[in-house]
Each structure stands twice: as structure tokens, then as C-alpha cells.
């Protein structure tokens, strides 16, 4: 008999991961008033380690030979959580992942000369747009800074996880890749948290993120075997909207009709970018 991931269909897998990781960062979201977002995303990130590290039990053999590159990888994974943690702590949920996606649709289109890329950046620009604070959306603008931010992190995490897997196999080079950001992020955690990281609640939940977080690489994992990377591309833009449901059911977070077609708009050109776009082999080629 086929083990259970092969049993289910690849869209359907990509979708599973899409829930595990919102779901994950609005139980995140859910305890910044024990530990603030600095302390949640270094335990989120260490525990995420420690998990990777049982249960994969990668060698440390690739890492010394290419540990430079390794450790670039920690570091830019420890930037982008840093980032989005802290855009989640002013904006709702749903606004920040949309808004992170302007990263690899970035990413798809940058060296593109293809007229239909002209349409995807022209609708994540609309969607920015509606989310401007000039244009009356109310929204923090250090948060949208912060979302910002992540979105440059997440298209740099794209190129070094894309160049960490080419010289590392399987999830190795993200287990070696988390044990560094959460050496990077020790002292800020510690320093913005303190003895608050032992609270009972808030290493429980944090447990229950990093589950989430590792079952969301795993089910990617099983489903990029099967799926086109295209295609996964496509999948993969429904996480905005995903982003916004578990926002509303777990944080209470309402968004405006103007902030959820913002979403809308930059989750259909994260999509088209995903589906026509280039992809990372060729945005990497000289």
C-alpha cells in the first residue's frame, strides 16, 4: 500500500501546507503580548530546528564544506521571520503574506522582457496601492515597511535555498540552515524576552508552530515530486487568502473590502508571475 502523502493529491497536499503555515503564524501572532514578536520567532525558529535536526538527523559533512553559503541561508531565514513577525505585530495577517508575495513575484519577473509580466507587476503594484497608508487604508506603515522587508528576504531565501539545494541534498541544508538563524537570533530573543520564553502557554504554542512549520516543509516536499514547479507556483498563491482566513478565525482580524481586494489583486500576479514567469534556474543564469 502507498504511503498516505502519495495517496492524496499533489494540490491538494500544496493547499495542506498553505494551512499548516498560516495557521502556524496566526497561533504565533496569538502570544506577542507574552513574548512580543522578537521571542516568538526565536523560539519558532529554534524549535523548528530542534525538530528538523530529530527528525532528519542530517550529517554535518556538506555544511563544513559549504558553510559559508549555509550560513547565509540561516541568515537570511532568521531576517525574513524577523521581518514578517514583526509586520504580522502592527497589520493583520492576510495583509502582510500578500504583501510578502511581492517578493518572488519580484523575483519571477525582474529579468523578464515578456509583455505579460508588464500585467502582473501592473496588478501587485495596484494592490500595494490600495494598501498605501497615503490612500487611506489605515494601516500601520511600519508594519507595511516590515512586510516590505520580508518580501526582499523571501526572494533572497529563494535564491540561496535554490543554491543550498543544489550542493546539499534533501532538507539538510534547512535543518543546518534553522540552527544557524537561531544562533543569529539568541541574543535578540533572549534580550527582548527574557525569562518570559519559559512561560508554560507560549513554549506549548510555540511547539505547535514549529509542528506546523515542519509539516508545511514536508507536505512541499512531497507535493514539488509531483507538481510542475509552475504549477506549484499557482497553488502557492492562494496562501494570502489562506493568511486572511486563519487571521479571521483565530485572531478575529476583519479585513476592509478595499485591504481584501489588495489581497486579491497581488495573490492573481502572484499566480500569473508563478505560472508564465521565469523561473529561479533562469533569474540565476548570468
Given at each position: 500500500?502507498?504511503?498516505?502523502?502519495?495517496?492524496?493529491?499533489?494540490?491538494?497536499?500544496?493547499?495542506?501546507?498553505?494551512?499548516?503555515?498560516?495557521?502556524?503564524?496566526?497561533?504565533?501572532?496569538?502570544?506577542?503580548?507574552?513574548?512580543?514578536?522578537?521571542?516568538?520567532?526565536?523560539?519558532?525558529?529554534?524549535?523548528?530546528?530542534?525538530?528538523?535536526?530529530?527528525?532528519?538527523?542530517?550529517?554535518?559533512?556538506?555544511?563544513?564544506?559549504?558553510w559559508?553559503?549555509?550560513?547565509?541561508y540561516?541568515?537570511?531565514?532568521?531576517?525574513?521571520?524577523?521581518?514578517?513577525?514583526?509586520?504580522?505585530?502592527?497589520?493583520?495577517?492576510?495583509?502582510?503574506?500578500?504583501?510578502?508575495?511581492?517578493?518572488?513575484?519580484?523575483?519571477?519577473v525582474?529579468?523578464?522582457?515578456?509583455?505579460?509580466?508588464?500585467?502582473?507587476?501592473?496588478?501587485?503594484?495596484?494592490?500595494?496601492?490600495?494598501?498605501?497608508?497615503l490612500?487611506?487604508?489605515?494601516?500601520?506603515?511600519?508594519?507595511?515597511?516590515?512586510?516590505?522587508?520580508?518580501?526582499?528576504?523571501?526572494?533572497?531565501y529563494?535564491?540561496?535555498?535554490?543554491?543550498?539545494?543544489?550542493?546539499?541534498?534533501?532538507?539538510?541544508?534547512?535543518?543546518?540552515?534553522?540552527?544557524?538563524?537561531?544562533?543569529?537570533?539568541?541574543?535578540?530573543?533572549?534580550?527582548?524576552?527574557?525569562?518570559?520564553?519559559?512561560?508554560?502557554?507560549?513554549?506549548?504554542?510555540?511547539?505547535?508552530?514549529?509542528?506546523?512549520?515542519?509539516?508545511?516543509?514536508?507536505?512541499?516536499?512531497?507535493?514539488?515530486?509531483?507538481?510542475?514547479?509552475?504549477?506549484?507556483?499557482?497553488?502557492?498563491?492562494?496562501?494570502?487568502?489562506?493568511?486572511?482566513?486563519?487571521g479571521?478565525?483565530?485572531?478575529?482580524?476583519?479585513?476592509?473590502?478595499?485591504?481584501?481586494?489588495?489581497?486579491?489583486?497581488?495573490?492573481?500576479?502572484?499566480a500569473?508571475?508563478?505560472?508564465?514567469?521565469?523561473?529561479?534556474?533562469?533569474?540565476?543564469?548570468?
Amino acid at each position: 500500500m502507498k504511503p498516505l502523502a502519495d495517496r492524496i493529491p499533489a494540490p491538494t497536499l500544496v493547499v495542506l501546507a498553505g494551512v499548516t503555515v498560516q495557521l502556524g503564524s496566526a497561533l504565533a501572532k496569538s502570544v506577542f503580548e507574552l513574548a512580543g514578536p522578537l521571542g516568538t520567532v526565536f523560539l519558532r525558529v529554534a524549535l523548528s530546528a530542534v525538530l528538523l535536526l530529530v527528525l532528519w538527523r542530517p550529517s554535518g559533512q556538506n555544511v563544513r564544506t559549504h558553510w559559508p553559503l549555509v550560513l547565509a541561508y540561516g541568515g537570511v531565514l532568521a531576517l525574513m521571520n524577523t521581518c514578517f513577525y514583526l509586520a504580522i505585530d502592527r497589520i493583520p495577517l492576510g495583509i502582510a503574506v500578500a504583501l510578502e508575495f511581492i517578493g518572488p513575484l519580484g523575483l519571477s519577473v525582474i529579468k523578464s522582457r515578456r509583455w505579460l509580466d508588464v500585467v502582473w507587476v501592473t496588478l501587485a503594484a495596484l494592490g500595494v496601492l490600495l494598501l498605501a497608508p497615503l490612500q487611506g487604508s489605515g494601516l500601520d506603515p511600519i508594519g507595511l515597511g516590515f512586510a516590505g522587508m520580508a518580501a526582499l528576504s523571501w526572494a533572497g531565501y529563494i535564491l540561496l535555498a535554490a543554491a543550498t539545494g543544489k550542493v546539499i541534498p534533501g532538507l539538510e541544508g534547512l535543518a543546518w540552515g534553522m540552527v544557524f538563524g537561531t544562533l543569529l537570533l539568541l541574543p535578540i530573543g533572549i534580550g527582548a524576552a527574557g525569562t518570559a520564553l519559559l512561560d508554560i502557554r507560549l513554549l506549548a504554542i510555540a511547539t505547535a508552530v514549529a509542528a506546523l512549520s515542519s509539516s508545511t516543509y514536508a507536505l512541499e516536499l512531497v507535493a514539488l515530486r509531483r507538481l510542475p514547479v509552475n504549477v506549484f507556483g499557482v497553488l502557492l498563491s492562494v496562501e494570502p487568502m489562506l493568511a486572511a482566513a486563519s487571521g479571521f478565525v483565530v485572531l478575529g482580524e476583519m479585513l476592509t473590502v478595499r485591504s481584501m481586494m489588495a489581497v486579491i489583486l497581488i495573490s492573481i500576479a502572484a499566480a500569473g508571475a508563478a505560472r508564465y514567469g521565469m523561473t529561479v534556474e533562469e533569474v540565476m543564469e548570468p
